[in-house]
């Protein structure tokens, strides 16, 4: 089993930055490749950004890309989703997830364990 929480999350204007973090409880942390998916009301979950269990591949939703920096830190267990220029279509509940085995995956199905979610609110 691994427990995720997050933290991090808040109300930020138009262009500014948040970063995101998930701290990790339970296993080997880099055994498990980690993502980042969030939802907005009255729509699907989707994905937004991963690592392998290294950190050392990535991969990002077009609509994030160059705007998010998804990184982690084994030693610490945590995993931190750097965000800037934000946009009010950033707002959302943002979930941390992790995968059994280390390669990167975008679809949530492939993800075993969700943290709680922490808000995101950027406004215009």
């Known amino acids: 089993q691994v427990q995720l929480v997050e933290s991090g999350g808040g109300l930020v204007q138009t262009g500014g930055s948040l970063r995101l973090s998930c701290a990790a409880s339970?296993?080997?942390?880099?055994?498990?490749?980690m993502g980042w998916f969030r939802q907005a009301p009255g729509k699907e979950r989707e994905f937004v950004a991963a690592?392998?269990?290294?950190?050392?591949?990535?991969s990002y939703a077009d609509s994030v890309k160059g705007r998010f920096t998804i990184s982690r830190d084994n030693a610490k267990n945590t995993v931190f989703l750097q965000m800037n220029s934000l946009k009010p279509e950033d707002t959302a509940v943002y979930y941390c997830a992790a995968k059994n085995g280390v390669v990167v995956a975008t679809t949530g199905r492939n993800y075993s364990y969700w943290g709680q979610g922490t808000q995101v609110t950027v406004s215009s």
């Open positions: 339970g296993r080997t942390f880099s055994n498990y490749a």
């Open positions: 690592c392998s269990g290294s950190g050392r591949t990535t």
